[in-house]
């Protein structure tokens, strides 16, 4: 539902079309949009905090926020006992908890996830239209069409992705596992076919050495950092480190002092003695980064030039559709539930579950070699 004093905003995405006859992939441009919510004014703010906080404790119900969401939802998600964290976490944290009621802030793919796993529970979204350029240029008939092509490749599927694509898929990975994984089938003789994001499919191809044919979608925040105008602000700032998410260009990621995923990311920037620190990743990061270190400085990644204009501007323009209004009312109303197939769920439950288990038991310090059952041979 969109507030009268909301605003739709166009956005484009690239979608892989089929492969040419010399094997590339040839992307198409495509428009979606999104929302953007209406800030409320303080005393609104104030009143729908409140409410939400009394509705969780009413409907039995917690809440699970992503990092690029609305400092408010992920401060509420903490505060009432919920979880703000990368999609790995949150898919984790939502099977395990005792509520009957998850509330996800972030985007769709994200709340099928949280169905997938817990099909039992009720799961809410603040906007079942915030989606994801990753999900939207991965059509699952044409992937499928891609995987039946190749055969002889075990599929690989990003968290970014449908849970119909999920459900074609062999393993599901987050950028916080996928290095491991892919790592661990490369040892085991896998030949993999990577989806969607080809930026991250090329780091850990480069990285880890494996035989990768990719997808060739991207994200239309990580897309657009541009190494130039990075080095320009390194420049200005020689003291401050560089933390960079995979999903950005290669040129982006050789400039960096950590990669790694939004928990990598945290990580490096509380572990690293630096006191300033250039971030390329979602924006929304910030609000935590500077929460966990207040006495350091961070900048964000530069995605356009002077006078350039960029698609999202470093915040996905989807995870921005989440706002205090639509959580207090899919809380009072049971709207925005997200349903997912019961056999389409079942079948998309395995890549995942091979991923939970795969990074529990690293966890667990146990090494790669004793997570062969987990893996197979190819």
């Known amino acids: 539902m969109t507030n009268t004093t909301d605003t739709v905003k166009e956005v484009d995405y690239e979608q892989p079309q089929r492969e040419t006859a010399a094997g590339a992939a040839v992307c198409a441009t495509k428009h979606a949009w999104a929302r953007v919510p209406a800030e409320p004014a303080p005393a609104e703010r104030a009143a729908l905090k409140d409410k939400i906080r009394r509705l969780l404790r009413e409907k039995n119900a917690v809440m699970v926020s992503h990092y690029y969401v609305h400092p408010d939802l992920q401060d509420l998600a903490e505060e009432t006992g919920g979880l703000v964290s990368d999609s790995l976490e949150m898919a984790r944290f939502g ?10 802030s972030g985007v ?79 040892d085991k003789g896998h030949k993999i076919l990577w989806a969607p994001d080809r930026h991250l499919g090329g780091y850990i191809q480069r990285e880890t050495g494996a035989d990768m044919l990719m997808w060739g979608g991207s994200c239309i925040v990580h897309d657009e950092f541009k190494a130039f105008e990075l080095k320009a602000l390194m420049k200005e700032h020689p003291a401050a480190r560089v933390l960079v998410h995979p999903e950005s260009p290669a040129d982006v990621v050789a400039l960096a002092d950590a990669v790694g995923s939004t928990s990598a990311i945290l990580k490096a920037a509380h572990e690293m003695e630096a006191q300033e620190f250039i971030v390329a990743t ?68 395995i890549p995942i579950d091979r991923m939970l288990a795969f990074t529990a038991a690293l966890k667990g310090g146990r090494d790669a070699g004793s997570l062969v059952p987990l893996i197979g041979a190819a």
């Open 95 to 104: 099977r395990d908890h005792t509520a009957q009621t998850l509330v996800v």
């Open 108 to 186: 769709r793919f994200m709340g099928e996830t949280a169905k997938i796993l817990s099909p039992e529970k009720r799961v809410l979204m603040p906007d079942l239209d915030a989606t994801c350029s990753l999900d939207l240029g991965c059509p699952v008939d044409e992937f499928s069409a891609f995987c039946d092509a190749h055969p002889d490749r075990t599929v690989v599927v990003y968290a970014n992705t449908s849970a119909a694509v999920k459900a074609r898929a062999d393993w599901l990975v987050t950028s916080s596992c996928a290095l491991e994984i892919v790592s661990a089938l490369k």
């Open 282 to 349: 979602d924006s929304g990061m910030m609000h935590k980064l500077r929460t966990l270190n207040p006495g350091k400085l961070f900048l964000e990644a530069p995605t356009a030039g002077n006078s350039a204009t960029c698609k999202s501007c470093a915040h996905c323009p989807w995870m921005a559709m989440n706002c205090l209004a639509d959580v207090a009312r899919v809380l009072e109303t049971g709207a925005n539930e997200v349903h997912v197939d019961p056999a389409l769920g079942l079948r998309a439950r």
